[in-house]
């Protein structure tokens, strides 16, 4: 009993660590990434596997939305729109650039897209391509 009462009036007990008395001394400096969408995506995209794999699942499963189309209360089936979304350039279709806009949106915190509009004097001006371009080459000017 009396050792009971030892122990818990007894000091707390200290420690010790063998690297606790090494210290790092050097001149090393910190490397920042810089500051533009290029070097944030490679640390922190590509660099890290956790990063990189949330991204890609929300871009996935946000690409795998159906896009309708309506006018009114109709839906279309047969649309110009519903056909560009589905097929919206010659090298990629509807879930590949839209896991790329999705993408460039969550790393950029923008995302743009270019309309390609052709006249061939049958249809003016109908939109027949649309493709994602990267944030980090676009400048808006007001």
């Not at 929300?58 to 979304?85: D, M, R, Y």
């Not at 969550?106 to 391509?129: I, K």
């Amino acid at each position: 009993m009396f050792d009971r009462l030892k122990a818990y009036l007894a000091a707390p007990e200290a420690k010790a660590s063998r690297t606790a008395k090494l210290m790092a001394m050097g001149g090393g400096i910190a490397r920042w990434t810089a500051r533009d969408y290029r070097g944030l995506a490679r640390e922190g995209y590509l660099g890290n596997a956790i990063v990189h794999r949330a991204v890609r699942l929300i871009a996935e499963n946000a690409a795998a939305c159906q896009f309708l189309v309506f006018e009114g209360a109709q839906e279309k089936e047969a649309h110009p729109l519903a056909s560009l979304l589905t097929r919206p350039n010659p090298r990629q279709d509807g879930g590949v650039f839209f896991e790329a806009l999705y993408a460039h949106l969550l790393l950029a915190g923008n995302a743009y897209v270019e309309a390609v509009a052709l006249d061939d004097g049958v249809r003016s001006r109908e939109v027949r391509e649309i493709y994602a371009l990267r944030p980090d080459r676009i400048k808006l000017i007001p």
